[in-house]
Nanobody
Framework: QVQLVESGGGLVQPGGSLRLSCVVSGITFAINAMAWYRQAPGKERELVATIDTRGSTKYDDSVKGRFTISRDNAKSTVYLQMNSLKPDDTAVYSC?????WGQGTQVTVSS
């Protein structure tokens, strides 16, 4: 059974930081690319960042220079370090591997 479990979301003030984690089980983590998505209320889900099996990364323009995706194959975990957070970053953040999704974790940026 494949499971993706996110954690690390919460309420943070503008300019603050959060680190999201996504622990994957049931698949061979090291051979799979991973991605983080987000969906804000009333908006389409959007791709935030990806990391391939070699560690190469890509980012949406809206988060470049602020967010960093990384992976720890020994822990079957992908991370999203989010710095300089803005109210527009408020969304449910989910990790994805192929057809598998996590349940999501809420990130709220507000003063």
């Amino acid at each position: 059974q494949v499971q993706l479990v996110e954690s690390g979301g919460g309420l943070v003030q503008p300019g603050g930081s959060l680190r999201l984690s996504c622990v994957v089980s049931g698949i061979t983590f090291a051979i799979n690319a991973m991605a983080w998505y987000r969906q804000a209320p009333g908006k389409e889900r959007e791709l935030v960042a990806t990391i391939d099996t070699r560690g190469s990364t890509k980012y949406d323009d809206s988060v470049k220079g602020r967010f960093t995706i990384s992976r720890d194959n020994a822990k079957s975990t992908v991370y999203l370090q989010m710095n300089s957070l803005k109210p527009d970053d408020t969304a449910v953040y989910s990790c994805r591997n192929g057809n598998y999704w996590g349940q999501g974790t809420q990130v709220t940026v507000s003063s």
